[in-house]
Protein backbone atom coordinates (compact mmCIF):
# COMPACT_ATOMS: atom_id res chain seq x y z
CA UNK A 1 0.00 0.00 0.00
CA UNK A 2 1.63 2.92 -1.09
CA UNK A 3 1.82 6.06 1.89
CA UNK A 4 2.08 9.79 1.84
CA UNK A 5 3.84 11.30 4.56
CA UNK A 6 1.22 13.62 5.49
CA UNK A 7 0.47 13.26 9.62
CA UNK A 8 -1.55 10.73 10.94
CA UNK A 9 -4.10 10.24 14.05
CA UNK A 10 -6.44 7.45 14.97
CA UNK A 11 -7.61 5.92 17.80
CA UNK A 12 -4.98 3.49 19.42
CA UNK A 13 -6.82 1.70 22.14
CA UNK A 14 -9.65 -1.27 21.37
CA UNK A 15 -13.52 -0.34 20.37
CA UNK A 16 -15.35 -0.18 23.65
CA UNK A 17 -15.59 1.11 27.42
CA UNK A 18 -12.65 1.60 29.42
CA UNK A 19 -11.24 3.48 32.11
CA UNK A 20 -8.06 4.81 29.36
CA UNK A 21 -8.29 5.54 25.78
CA UNK A 22 -5.56 6.59 23.76
CA UNK A 23 -5.72 9.19 20.85
CA UNK A 24 -2.10 8.72 19.17
CA UNK A 25 -0.92 11.39 16.14
CA UNK A 26 2.32 10.91 14.27
CA UNK A 27 4.21 13.17 11.73
CA UNK A 28 6.80 16.23 11.63
CA UNK A 29 5.14 19.59 12.69
CA UNK A 30 2.93 18.35 15.68
CA UNK A 31 2.93 21.92 17.21
CA UNK A 32 -0.24 23.28 15.96
CA UNK A 33 -2.24 20.77 16.60
CA UNK A 34 -0.60 20.01 20.45
CA UNK A 35 -1.54 24.25 20.75
CA UNK A 36 -4.71 23.87 19.71
CA UNK A 37 -6.14 20.66 21.65
CA UNK A 38 -4.30 20.79 24.92
CA UNK A 39 -5.06 24.58 25.27
CA UNK A 40 -1.72 26.03 25.22
CA UNK A 41 -0.37 29.64 24.73
CA UNK A 42 1.11 30.28 21.29
CA UNK A 43 4.49 29.42 21.20
CA UNK A 44 4.41 26.92 24.24
CA UNK A 45 4.86 23.20 23.83
CA UNK A 46 5.09 20.01 25.93
CA UNK A 47 8.33 19.10 27.65
CA UNK A 48 9.38 15.76 25.54
CA UNK A 49 8.88 12.34 26.98
CA UNK A 50 6.93 14.16 30.08
CA UNK A 51 3.67 13.37 31.02
CA UNK A 52 1.30 16.32 31.15
CA UNK A 53 -2.03 16.55 33.18
CA UNK A 54 -4.36 18.98 31.05
CA UNK A 55 -7.34 19.27 29.19
CA UNK A 56 -8.26 18.53 26.02
CA UNK A 57 -10.41 21.35 23.94
CA UNK A 58 -12.52 22.24 21.76
CA UNK A 59 -12.04 25.33 18.95
CA UNK A 60 -14.14 27.41 21.65
CA UNK A 61 -12.66 26.29 24.52
CA UNK A 62 -15.26 23.92 25.78
CA UNK A 63 -13.23 20.97 27.51
CA UNK A 64 -14.10 17.78 25.95
CA UNK A 65 -11.90 15.53 28.50
CA UNK A 66 -9.12 16.00 30.90
CA UNK A 67 -5.91 13.54 30.91
CA UNK A 68 -2.18 13.23 30.13
CA UNK A 69 -0.56 14.07 26.93
CA UNK A 70 3.26 13.21 26.07
CA UNK A 71 5.16 14.16 23.21
CA UNK A 72 7.54 12.31 21.84
CA UNK A 73 10.11 14.07 19.62
CA UNK A 74 11.41 12.87 16.26
CA UNK A 75 13.22 10.52 16.11
CA UNK A 76 13.17 9.33 19.84
CA UNK A 77 9.54 7.54 18.73
CA UNK A 78 7.91 4.23 17.88
CA UNK A 79 7.47 5.90 14.40
CA UNK A 80 10.65 7.50 14.27
CA UNK A 81 8.58 10.45 14.20
CA UNK A 82 6.86 13.10 16.17
CA UNK A 83 4.75 11.52 17.82
CA UNK A 84 1.68 12.76 20.36
CA UNK A 85 -0.32 10.29 22.83
CA UNK A 86 -3.67 12.08 24.02
CA UNK A 87 -4.38 9.58 27.32
CA UNK A 88 -7.88 10.12 28.01
CA UNK A 89 -10.78 8.66 29.27
CA UNK A 90 -11.95 5.39 27.28
CA UNK A 91 -15.54 6.51 26.30
CA UNK A 92 -16.01 5.63 22.38
CA UNK A 93 -17.79 8.81 21.85
CA UNK A 94 -15.68 11.16 24.19
CA UNK A 95 -12.19 9.66 21.91
CA UNK A 96 -14.20 9.92 18.73
CA UNK A 97 -15.03 13.62 19.77
CA UNK A 98 -11.15 14.19 20.55
CA UNK A 99 -10.10 12.49 17.56
CA UNK A 100 -11.85 14.49 15.57
CA UNK A 101 -10.96 17.81 17.22
CA UNK A 102 -7.14 16.57 16.39
CA UNK A 103 -8.08 16.19 13.03
CA UNK A 104 -9.91 19.74 12.55
CA UNK A 105 -6.62 20.85 14.58
CA UNK A 106 -4.22 19.35 11.98
CA UNK A 107 -6.27 20.54 9.15
CA UNK A 108 -4.23 23.14 7.77
CA UNK A 109 -0.85 20.36 7.90
CA UNK A 110 -2.60 17.61 6.40
CA UNK A 111 -3.28 15.38 9.15
CA UNK A 112 -5.61 12.68 8.27
CA UNK A 113 -6.87 9.52 9.77
CA UNK A 114 -4.28 6.06 9.55
CA UNK A 115 -4.86 3.27 7.70
CA UNK A 116 -4.33 -0.02 9.62
CA UNK A 117 -1.03 -0.85 10.53
CA UNK A 118 0.09 2.95 9.42
CA UNK A 119 1.56 3.37 12.63
CA UNK A 120 3.86 0.65 12.62
CA UNK A 121 4.71 1.02 9.01
CA UNK A 122 6.05 3.79 9.43
CA UNK A 123 8.35 2.63 12.27
CA UNK A 124 9.67 -0.13 9.37
CA UNK A 125 10.43 2.78 7.36
CA UNK A 126 11.68 5.33 9.39
CA UNK A 127 14.58 1.91 10.46
CA UNK A 128 12.78 1.61 14.09
CA UNK A 129 11.53 -1.99 13.38
CA UNK A 130 12.88 -4.34 10.90
CA UNK A 131 9.97 -6.48 9.13
CA UNK A 132 9.51 -9.69 11.53
CA UNK A 133 9.62 -7.30 14.29
CA UNK A 134 6.72 -5.31 12.64
CA UNK A 135 4.91 -8.45 12.37
CA UNK A 136 5.30 -9.39 16.27
CA UNK A 137 3.58 -6.43 16.90
CA UNK A 138 0.56 -7.67 15.61
CA UNK A 139 1.19 -11.01 16.83
CA UNK A 140 2.16 -10.08 20.58
CA UNK A 141 -1.62 -8.31 20.78
CA UNK A 142 -3.21 -11.52 19.04
CA UNK A 143 -1.48 -14.07 21.23
CA UNK A 144 -4.10 -16.54 22.05
CA UNK A 145 -1.58 -18.46 25.02
CA UNK A 146 1.04 -17.26 27.39
CA UNK A 147 3.43 -19.19 25.37
CA UNK A 148 2.80 -17.54 21.67
CA UNK A 149 2.87 -13.98 23.86
CA UNK A 150 6.27 -14.89 24.87
CA UNK A 151 7.29 -15.91 21.77
CA UNK A 152 5.82 -12.99 20.01
CA UNK A 153 7.95 -10.84 22.62
CA UNK A 154 10.87 -12.56 21.76
CA UNK A 155 10.54 -11.81 18.23
CA UNK A 156 9.49 -7.76 18.65
CA UNK A 157 12.65 -7.42 20.69
CA UNK A 158 15.00 -9.00 17.43
CA UNK A 159 15.64 -12.16 18.31
CA UNK A 160 14.23 -13.78 15.50
CA UNK A 161 15.79 -11.36 12.95
CA UNK A 162 19.03 -11.62 15.21
CA UNK A 163 18.78 -15.08 13.86
CA UNK A 164 18.35 -14.32 10.22
CA UNK A 165 20.82 -11.67 10.12
CA UNK A 166 23.79 -14.33 11.54
CA UNK A 167 22.38 -17.05 8.66
CA UNK A 168 22.44 -14.16 5.96
CA UNK A 169 26.17 -13.21 7.52
CA UNK A 170 27.30 -16.56 6.98
CA UNK A 171 25.94 -16.41 3.42
CA UNK A 172 27.48 -13.24 2.78
CA UNK A 173 31.00 -14.79 4.01
CA UNK A 174 30.86 -17.67 1.57
CA UNK A 175 29.71 -15.56 -1.42
CA UNK A 176 32.47 -13.49 -0.87
CA UNK A 177 34.58 -16.34 -1.11
CA UNK A 178 33.37 -17.79 -4.20
CA UNK A 179 32.79 -14.63 -6.44
CA UNK A 180 36.58 -13.79 -5.20
CA UNK A 181 37.36 -16.85 -7.08
CA UNK A 182 35.69 -15.95 -10.36
CA UNK A 183 37.56 -12.94 -10.36
CA UNK A 184 40.78 -14.37 -10.11
CA UNK A 185 40.76 -17.23 -11.77
CA UNK A 186 44.69 -16.85 -12.57
CA UNK A 187 45.29 -17.85 -9.45
CA UNK A 188 44.84 -21.46 -9.94
CA UNK A 189 44.28 -21.59 -6.12
CA UNK A 190 41.45 -24.88 -5.53
CA UNK A 191 38.89 -22.92 -3.55
CA UNK A 192 36.49 -25.38 -2.67
CA UNK A 193 39.48 -27.09 -0.71
CA UNK A 194 41.20 -24.12 0.66
CA UNK A 195 38.69 -22.12 2.15
CA UNK A 196 36.51 -25.18 3.53
CA UNK A 197 33.45 -24.00 0.98
CA UNK A 198 31.49 -27.51 1.45
CA UNK A 199 32.26 -27.36 5.28
CA UNK A 200 31.09 -24.01 5.83
CA UNK A 201 28.14 -24.17 3.14
CA UNK A 202 27.14 -27.54 5.24
CA UNK A 203 27.28 -25.48 8.61
CA UNK A 204 24.87 -23.13 7.27
CA UNK A 205 22.24 -25.81 5.96
CA UNK A 206 21.98 -27.19 9.80
CA UNK A 207 21.84 -23.83 10.79
CA UNK A 208 18.93 -23.53 8.48
CA UNK A 209 17.18 -26.55 9.76
CA UNK A 210 17.05 -25.80 12.74
CA UNK A 211 15.46 -22.53 12.84
CA UNK A 212 13.36 -23.84 10.60
CA UNK A 213 12.64 -26.38 13.26
CA UNK A 214 12.20 -24.08 15.91
CA UNK A 215 9.82 -21.59 13.28
CA UNK A 216 8.01 -24.35 12.33
CA UNK A 217 6.77 -25.20 16.19
CA UNK A 218 5.99 -21.25 17.12
CA UNK A 219 4.03 -21.27 13.94
CA UNK A 220 1.84 -23.75 15.60
CA UNK A 221 1.72 -21.52 18.64
CA UNK A 222 0.32 -18.75 16.40
CA UNK A 223 -1.85 -20.19 14.75
CA UNK A 224 -2.78 -22.95 16.20
CA UNK A 225 -4.57 -26.21 15.21
CA UNK A 226 -7.73 -27.52 14.14
CA UNK A 227 -8.58 -31.01 15.17
CA UNK A 228 -12.02 -32.17 13.87
CA UNK A 229 -14.08 -34.90 15.62
CA UNK A 230 -15.22 -36.95 12.80
CA UNK A 231 -17.25 -40.57 12.84
CA UNK A 232 -21.20 -42.26 12.61
CA UNK A 233 -23.58 -40.91 14.56
CA UNK A 234 -23.34 -41.47 18.86
CA UNK A 235 -19.89 -43.16 18.57
CA UNK A 236 -19.13 -40.12 21.40
CA UNK A 237 -17.93 -36.98 19.62
CA UNK A 238 -19.12 -34.78 21.52
CA UNK A 239 -18.75 -36.19 24.67
CA UNK A 240 -14.85 -35.87 23.82
CA UNK A 241 -15.35 -32.80 22.33
CA UNK A 242 -17.07 -31.88 26.62
CA UNK A 243 -14.27 -33.90 27.78
CA UNK A 244 -11.49 -32.33 26.45
CA UNK A 245 -12.69 -28.69 27.48
CA UNK A 246 -13.48 -29.02 30.52
CA UNK A 247 -16.71 -28.63 30.48
CA UNK A 248 -20.76 -29.44 29.09
CA UNK A 249 -20.31 -27.28 25.51
CA UNK A 250 -22.36 -29.99 23.40
CA UNK A 251 -25.30 -31.90 23.84
CA UNK A 252 -24.99 -35.11 24.84
CA UNK A 253 -27.65 -37.62 24.61
CA UNK A 254 -28.50 -41.40 23.18
CA UNK A 255 -30.69 -40.40 20.49
CA UNK A 256 -28.57 -40.26 17.37
CA UNK A 257 -27.93 -37.68 14.94
CA UNK A 258 -28.50 -35.07 18.06
CA UNK A 259 -25.50 -32.56 17.01
CA UNK A 260 -26.71 -30.83 13.47
CA UNK A 261 -24.23 -28.32 13.16
CA UNK A 262 -20.64 -27.94 13.85
CA UNK A 263 -19.44 -26.72 17.59
CA UNK A 264 -16.38 -25.28 17.68
CA UNK A 265 -14.17 -24.88 20.94
CA UNK A 266 -10.58 -23.28 21.79
CA UNK A 267 -8.37 -25.04 24.67
CA UNK A 268 -5.04 -25.65 25.20
CA UNK A 269 -2.38 -28.10 25.18
CA UNK A 270 1.24 -27.63 26.29
CA UNK A 271 0.63 -23.70 25.78
CA UNK A 272 -0.46 -24.24 21.88
CA UNK A 273 -4.30 -23.58 21.01
CA UNK A 274 -6.46 -26.17 19.68
CA UNK A 275 -9.33 -25.58 17.65
CA UNK A 276 -12.15 -28.45 18.67
CA UNK A 277 -14.75 -28.84 15.82
CA UNK A 278 -17.41 -31.39 16.91
CA UNK A 279 -19.72 -32.59 13.72
CA UNK A 280 -22.76 -33.81 12.84
CA UNK A 281 -22.73 -38.02 12.44
CA UNK A 282 -21.93 -39.21 9.06
CA UNK A 283 -24.60 -41.38 7.53
CA UNK A 284 -25.97 -41.89 3.85
CA UNK A 285 -27.68 -38.58 3.31
CA UNK A 286 -30.45 -40.90 2.06
CA UNK A 287 -30.65 -41.83 6.13
CA UNK A 288 -30.47 -38.48 7.34
CA UNK A 289 -33.88 -37.99 9.49
CA UNK A 290 -34.00 -34.24 8.07
CA UNK A 291 -32.99 -31.66 5.98
CA UNK A 292 -31.33 -30.28 9.06
CA UNK A 293 -29.19 -33.28 9.67
CA UNK A 294 -28.51 -33.48 5.73
CA UNK A 295 -26.89 -30.12 5.44
CA UNK A 296 -25.31 -30.69 9.17
CA UNK A 297 -23.34 -33.81 7.16
CA UNK A 298 -22.31 -31.62 4.23
CA UNK A 299 -20.66 -28.99 6.84
CA UNK A 300 -18.78 -32.15 8.55
CA UNK A 301 -17.41 -33.25 5.13
CA UNK A 302 -16.48 -29.31 4.52
CA UNK A 303 -14.89 -28.95 8.01
CA UNK A 304 -12.61 -32.48 7.21
CA UNK A 305 -11.12 -30.99 4.28
CA UNK A 306 -9.79 -27.71 6.58
CA UNK A 307 -8.38 -30.06 9.49
CA UNK A 308 -4.83 -30.10 10.83
CA UNK A 309 -5.48 -33.51 12.38
CA UNK A 310 -8.90 -35.48 11.99
CA UNK A 311 -9.95 -37.82 15.20
CA UNK A 312 -11.91 -40.66 13.45
CA UNK A 313 -14.15 -41.65 16.23
CA UNK A 314 -15.08 -45.17 16.39
CA UNK A 315 -17.16 -46.94 18.80
CA UNK A 316 -14.91 -49.80 20.69
CA UNK A 317 -18.10 -51.85 21.78
CA UNK A 318 -18.94 -52.77 18.18
CA UNK A 319 -15.58 -52.98 16.30
CA UNK A 320 -15.43 -51.07 12.61
CA UNK A 321 -18.37 -51.44 10.69
CA UNK A 322 -18.80 -51.11 7.06
CA UNK A 323 -19.79 -47.41 6.90
CA UNK A 324 -16.73 -46.60 9.23
CA UNK A 325 -14.82 -47.79 6.41
CA UNK A 326 -16.64 -45.41 3.90
CA UNK A 327 -16.03 -42.76 6.39
CA UNK A 328 -12.31 -43.10 6.08
CA UNK A 329 -12.40 -43.85 2.15
CA UNK A 330 -13.58 -40.18 1.85
CA UNK A 331 -11.28 -38.03 3.93
CA UNK A 332 -8.45 -36.13 1.98
CA UNK A 333 -5.24 -37.16 1.50
CA UNK A 334 -1.91 -36.02 3.51
CA UNK A 335 -4.24 -34.77 6.87
CA UNK A 336 -3.16 -37.41 9.66
CA UNK A 337 -5.62 -39.30 10.98
CA UNK A 338 -6.01 -40.95 14.65
CA UNK A 339 -8.83 -43.35 15.21
CA UNK A 340 -10.03 -43.25 18.87
CA UNK A 341 -11.83 -46.15 20.20
CA UNK A 342 -14.53 -44.24 22.69
CA UNK A 343 -16.40 -46.18 25.22
CA UNK A 344 -13.64 -48.95 26.18
CA UNK A 345 -15.61 -48.38 29.80
CA UNK A 346 -18.30 -50.71 28.01
CA UNK A 347 -15.88 -52.86 25.93
CA UNK A 348 -13.58 -54.16 28.68
CA UNK A 349 -10.31 -52.58 26.82
CA UNK A 350 -7.60 -50.75 28.70
CA UNK A 351 -6.78 -47.28 27.74
CA UNK A 352 -3.89 -47.11 25.25
CA UNK A 353 -2.00 -45.85 21.95
CA UNK A 354 -1.61 -48.56 19.26
CA UNK A 355 1.01 -46.95 17.00
CA UNK A 356 0.64 -49.08 13.23
CA UNK A 357 2.40 -48.41 10.33
CA UNK A 358 -0.22 -46.88 8.45
CA UNK A 359 -2.15 -45.70 11.48
CA UNK A 360 -2.59 -44.75 14.81
CA UNK A 361 -5.13 -45.94 17.36
CA UNK A 362 -6.49 -44.60 20.69
CA UNK A 363 -8.77 -46.38 23.48
CA UNK A 364 -10.22 -44.28 25.65
CA UNK A 365 -13.58 -43.57 27.66
CA UNK A 366 -14.89 -40.23 27.27
CA UNK A 367 -17.31 -40.00 29.89
CA UNK A 368 -15.36 -41.86 32.56
CA UNK A 369 -12.22 -39.59 31.49
CA UNK A 370 -10.29 -42.81 30.77
CA UNK A 371 -7.42 -42.37 28.13
CA UNK A 372 -7.46 -38.65 27.77
CA UNK A 373 -3.93 -38.00 28.78
CA UNK A 374 -2.96 -40.44 26.03
CA UNK A 375 -5.01 -38.48 23.77
CA UNK A 376 -3.31 -34.94 24.38
CA UNK A 377 0.08 -36.39 24.44
CA UNK A 378 -0.70 -38.42 21.00
CA UNK A 379 -2.31 -35.14 19.45
CA UNK A 380 0.87 -33.24 20.21
CA UNK A 381 2.93 -36.12 18.18
CA UNK A 382 0.17 -36.42 15.72
CA UNK A 383 0.73 -32.75 15.11
CA UNK A 384 4.55 -32.40 14.98
CA UNK A 385 4.69 -30.95 18.13
CA UNK A 386 8.16 -31.25 19.92
CA UNK A 387 9.09 -30.08 23.54
CA UNK A 388 12.62 -29.08 23.65
CA UNK A 389 13.99 -26.07 25.60
CA UNK A 390 14.39 -23.86 22.53
CA UNK A 391 13.27 -20.52 21.86
CA UNK A 392 10.28 -20.48 19.51
CA UNK A 393 9.97 -17.98 16.73
CA UNK A 394 6.39 -17.23 16.17
CA UNK A 395 6.71 -17.74 12.81
CA UNK A 396 4.30 -16.25 9.57
CA UNK A 397 3.27 -18.75 6.74
CA UNK A 398 5.47 -16.19 4.40
CA UNK A 399 8.60 -16.84 6.86
CA UNK A 400 8.60 -20.50 6.78
CA UNK A 401 8.05 -20.54 2.56
CA UNK A 402 11.21 -18.15 2.98
CA UNK A 403 13.22 -20.36 5.07
CA UNK A 404 12.14 -23.45 2.91
CA UNK A 405 13.20 -21.10 -0.95
CA UNK A 406 16.54 -20.42 1.08
CA UNK A 407 17.16 -24.29 1.79
CA UNK A 408 16.09 -25.21 -1.70
CA UNK A 409 18.86 -22.94 -2.48
CA UNK A 410 21.31 -23.92 -0.51
CA UNK A 411 20.93 -28.11 -1.23
CA UNK A 412 21.29 -26.75 -5.35
CA UNK A 413 25.03 -25.07 -3.66
CA UNK A 414 25.58 -28.38 -2.46
CA UNK A 415 25.17 -30.14 -5.56
CA UNK A 416 27.25 -27.92 -7.50
CA UNK A 417 30.13 -27.88 -4.92
CA UNK A 418 30.56 -31.66 -5.45
CA UNK A 419 31.45 -30.72 -8.54
CA UNK A 420 34.47 -28.96 -7.33
CA UNK A 421 35.39 -25.78 -8.87
CA UNK A 422 33.48 -26.53 -12.41
CA UNK A 423 30.82 -24.99 -11.42
CA UNK A 424 31.48 -21.76 -9.82
CA UNK A 425 28.70 -19.59 -10.94
CA UNK A 426 26.35 -21.70 -10.39
CA UNK A 427 27.05 -22.19 -6.90
CA UNK A 428 27.62 -18.30 -6.22
CA UNK A 429 23.82 -17.92 -7.70
CA UNK A 430 22.72 -19.99 -5.51
CA UNK A 431 24.37 -18.30 -2.57
CA UNK A 432 22.50 -15.05 -3.48
CA UNK A 433 19.06 -16.42 -4.29
CA UNK A 434 19.42 -17.84 -0.88
CA UNK A 435 20.51 -14.59 0.70
CA UNK A 436 17.54 -12.74 -1.01
CA UNK A 437 15.02 -15.40 0.25
CA UNK A 438 16.31 -15.20 4.23
CA UNK A 439 16.61 -10.79 3.67
CA UNK A 440 12.81 -11.13 2.47
CA UNK A 441 11.80 -12.14 6.15
CA UNK A 442 13.42 -9.04 7.87
CA UNK A 443 12.53 -6.77 4.74
CA UNK A 444 15.85 -6.06 3.50
CA UNK A 445 14.39 -7.57 -0.16
CA UNK A 446 10.66 -7.17 0.29
CA UNK A 447 8.14 -5.91 -2.55
CA UNK A 448 5.67 -3.00 -2.05
CA UNK A 449 2.97 -5.12 -3.20
CA UNK A 450 3.75 -7.58 0.22
CA UNK A 451 4.29 -4.36 2.50
CA UNK A 452 1.14 -3.16 1.63
CA UNK A 453 -0.81 -7.03 2.52
CA UNK A 454 1.40 -7.40 5.61
CA UNK A 455 0.08 -4.04 7.09
CA UNK A 456 -3.37 -3.88 5.79
CA UNK A 457 -3.87 -6.69 8.00
CA UNK A 458 -2.77 -4.80 11.39
CA UNK A 459 -5.48 -3.13 13.51
CA UNK A 460 -6.11 0.82 12.88
CA UNK A 461 -4.21 2.51 15.09
CA UNK A 462 -1.07 0.40 15.45
Excluded at 405 to 434: N, T, Y
Aim: hydrophobic letters at 45%; charged letters at 20%; a negative charge.
Amino acid sequence: MSLDTFPIAAIATAPGRGGIGVVRLSGKNLAPVITAVCGLKTGATLAPRHATYLSFVQDDGSVIDQGLAIYFKAPHSYTGEDVLELQGHGGPVVLQMLLARCIEAGHDIGLRMAEPGEFTQRAFQNDKLDLAQAEAVADLIEASTEAAAKSASQSLTGAFSKTINGLVDKVVNLRMLVEATLDFPEEEIDFLEKSNARGQLEGIRGALDAVFRQSAQGAMLRDGLNIVLAGAPNVGKSSLLNALAGSDIAIVTPIAGTTRDKVTETIQINGIPINIIDTAGIRDAADASDEVERIGIERTWAAVQTADVILHMLDATRGPTRADEAITARFPAGVPVMRVWNKIDLSGHKPAIDRMPDSTHVYLSATDLLGMDLLRSELMHLAGWQQTGESLFLARERHLTALKAAGRHLASAAEHAARDDQSLDLFAEDLRLAQQSLNSITGQFTSDDLLGVIFSRFCIGK
